[in-house]
């Protein structure tokens, strides 16, 4: 066997010979320490340097690249599947995800054209979307095609796309923008609503507009100043919206799928149009006020709310009209007697430049004597409980609705029991009154009368 020199190990050895050696020198302080480091180091860089290049073979393969890389990649996706349960001889086993792919046609060069089209601008995917059946999965590409130009992948890819290496970005509602208005058939709307709510799309109608034409549903790209909402066409709210708000409140066509993405429908669409409303515009107001005529008291309540409290000039009776809606508003209340208090907090009457009353002013009664006890014993003249002034204040509210039956809003006695002028006052109503009275008019100090009506009201009130 024939034997060769090693120059590599050679030159490594001998260096660290020299080194050594050059160590020992430098502890014992030789002459030529210096010389020996330094030439033992030199050549251990050289040789470095030197074994740092290399060359070696490299075998090549003409085996094809989808043969290695595709059963790796399913190997990396499906572990769980390989090398597991291999079935018994005879057994006939379940195809594994590689054989799916492979009986689909599945190559790298599909693979790769897939790559491309992931990055392409044209392409969406929503993965709850292959639940759909066959054909209803088939009808919304073609749809999504005309409405948005973006393409969905063929529901047989769903397996690949799913299982695919690439990562695929969460495409949002945002990225369909509508190419133009079209037309569609309900069929197909309420395929596309159905679609938008397995991708969770609840924001649907912030950029988009919908309503029923004559030959189907039209969706369009949404104005700043539109707004869709929902409600019956037999509503009176209805009419409502198409008098007041054709162009601003869009009313979607009449389908439940549309209802449960539509934020404004039903309490809050009445909401919105009360908060909207201007009460400078009478003719608008009136026309509310008659359209929610049928509708919770809360809701009316809001409306009165809104109108706010009015002082009536009974010289210039410059608020008359303002006035009637608000009275016209409260008569729709089912509850008499909140819309009795609502009205007596709302309504002031202005009798002069420096006077100004309200219903708990007004005293009511049949007669000028006032009796207490069991047998009537005591007796009070309402001359020593009120001032001339005061017992006609009523005066001035009959006189307002006198004015307010003139405008058709309600009859004499409807008016009447609003106001509280049906029924002639209690002695509680009049201790009330009285208590009042000596507040704000006598500064605290009550008269003998009332003094004395006080005390008899408290021993025989019950």
Known sequence: MKKKLDIFNFFFSSAAVVILIGVIAKILEWPSQDL???????IEA????????????????????????????????NPSETNQNEPKLGEKSEPTALEKMQAENYSILKFEKLKMVNVSVDFYFQSEWFLLSEDDYLSLKKLIATLFGKNLPAKSEYLFLKNSPIQLPEYSFEELVLIKPKTVSRENMSLLLKAFKLAKFQNFLSNLIINES??????????????QVYCSEASTISKYIETHYAKKLIQAPLMPEIKSLTPLKDNDLICYLIDDIKIKDLGKLTNLVEQLKSASNELQLLLITKIGSIEFNTSTKKELNLLAVLVKALLNLKDKTLASKTLSKALTLKIDSETSIC???VIYLDGDQIYFGDQNEYNLHLDELFSTEDRELFSYFESVIQLLTTTEIGDDVELRKLFGLNDFNSKDD??????????????????????AFNLLHKQYSN
């Not at 003409?62 to 790796?72: G, V």
């Not at 189907?216 to 707004?227: A, Q, V």
């Open 430 to 451: 009049l201790h009330t009154k009285i208590s009042r009275i000596i507040k704000i008019k006598q500064k605290g100090k009550p008269n003998g009368g009332q003094i």
């Open 359 to 361: 219903l708990d002013d």
């Open 36 to 42: 020996l480091i330094t030439l033992g180091l030199s």
């Open 214 to 227: 004559q030959d189907g549903i039209t969706i369009r790209n949404r104005k700043k100043s539109e707004l």
């Open 46 to 77: 050289v040789v470095f340097a030197v074994s740092s290049i290399r060359f070696i073979e490299v075998s090549k393969t003409e085996q094809a690249s989808k043969d290695k890389t595709l059963p790796i990649m399913v190997d990396k996706l």
